[in-house]
């Protein structure tokens, strides 16, 4: 079927100014995400990143001042290491006083195991060394926050414990190259005591599968290089339920509408089991580019507001198809950044091992 230009029109130098705004100036709307900062910036960077567009937006300077300020936000051990447990990096510099008080001080000096990974993944994508992330006690940092069951809490702080956490756990450990920070046998057991009856994975064990933590724990085995523990009959279940979630685009659970930010995290899924072929790249392609907003975005639903997560979300996942690229960069499926940005960490794990 013939498609008009304007049906297949990509937008990219309005996203990339949208991607850009949330860089300078946070929209009034989120507000309220001030203390995941880190997350916003990782979706903007990386956004402009998949957009092949960092460096014509981001000057030396800037680059600079955005890797200072991220490693302002680190929890670093004290002088007599009391807050180890705490250790990581935190969403924003709202509740950081490091500067006026000693850091035992502090005590909403928390680290958070998904903006830990969102710090990181920020870092790399800028092409930092990692020079000043304090490797140990980020990883303890993390090794404290698994539970008996294997899988992860986000901080020391009451929340939730989940799929979500095991893959920031898994990633953090990969970026640094040293899985000391976690219990691998215990986790992958609560990977696949969270395998569901219909071939999915659920956020935990007996919950509803789900695309999003379908991602996150094929994505941890696929970082633990633990792919070969899936039987080919599970692998095969799998290839068939995240291929049954795309109507037009893609939905993340059975009986429920397409959502732009599942273009992602169902192609991802596909790519990693090298299945990325199966996908009707041009029905995804039109619901997609259906969510796209005229000064740039895209939304979780046609002619909803755009957001900036899921506009990321949908331009890494169109980044995955083969018969549009719109000169995007790759996003490596397994760890939500660029290829690119991925081969540049293969070199610092490299530079350690000298």
């Known amino acids: 079927m013939e498609y008009s230009n304007e049906e297949l029109h990509f937008r990219k130098s309005q996203h990339a100014r949208y991607f850009k705004l949330h860089l300078d100036m946070l929209p009034k709307k989120c507000s309220s995400y ?13 956004g402009l990143d998949v957009l092949n567009c960092l460096d014509n937006v981001i000057s030396a300077d ?12 680190q929890v670093v051990p004290n002088e007599s290491s009391s807050n180890l ?35 990181l993944c920020t870092l790399i994508i800028l092409g930092d060394d990692l020079s000043r992330v304090h490797k140990k006690a980020v990883l303890h940092g993390v090794k404290v926050l698994q539970e008996k069951s294997g899988s992860f809490k986000c901080t020391l702080a009451d929340g939730d414990c989940d799929m979500r956490f095991v893959f920031c756990a ?11 920070g976690m219990d691998r046998a215990r986790c992958l057991e609560f990977i696949f005591r ?3 009856y219909d071939g999915a994975f ?11 933590s379908t991602y996150c724990a094929l994505a941890s085995l696929a970082l633990m290089n633990k792919l070969d523990t899936l039987r080919p009959t599970q692998i095969e279940s799998l290839k068939r339920w995240l291929i049954f979630r795309q109507r037009s685009g893609f939905q993340g659970r059975p009986n429920k509408p397409v959502d732009t930010c599942y273009t992602f995290w169902i192609g991802a899924s596909l790519s990693i089991l090298n299945s990325a072929t199966w996908i009707d790249e041009e029905r995804l392609l039109l619901s997609v580019l259906d969510t796209q907003h005229m000064t740039g975005g895209l939304s979780k639903w046609s002619d909803t507001q755009a957001d900036i997560l899921h506009t990321y979300l949908g331009i890494a996942g169109l980044s995955l198809l083969k018969s549009h690229t719109y000169e995007l960069a790759e996003v490596y499926p397994a760890l939500n950044v660029t290829k690119r940005a991925f081969a540049h960490l293969q070199q610092l794990h490299q530079s350690w091992a000298q």
């Open 34 to 46: 001030d203390s995941i900062r880190v997350t916003l910036l990782f979706f903007a960077i990386s």
């Open 194 to 196: 969270s395998l569901s």
């Open 85 to 119: 447990d705490a250790c990581g990096f935190q969403g924003s510099n709202c509740l950081n006083f490091s500067d006026e008080f000693p850091s035992n001080m502090c005590s909403y000096r928390l680290g958070n195991i998904a903006l830990t990974y969102s710090a």
């Open 170 to 180: 898994c990633s953090i450990c990969y970026i640094l190259d040293d899985w000391s």
């Open 62 to 73: 800037r680059r600079k001042d955005i890797i200072d300020w991220i490693y302002k936000l």
């Open 202 to 212: 659920g956020q935990g064990p007996c919950l509803e599968s789900h695309g999003g």
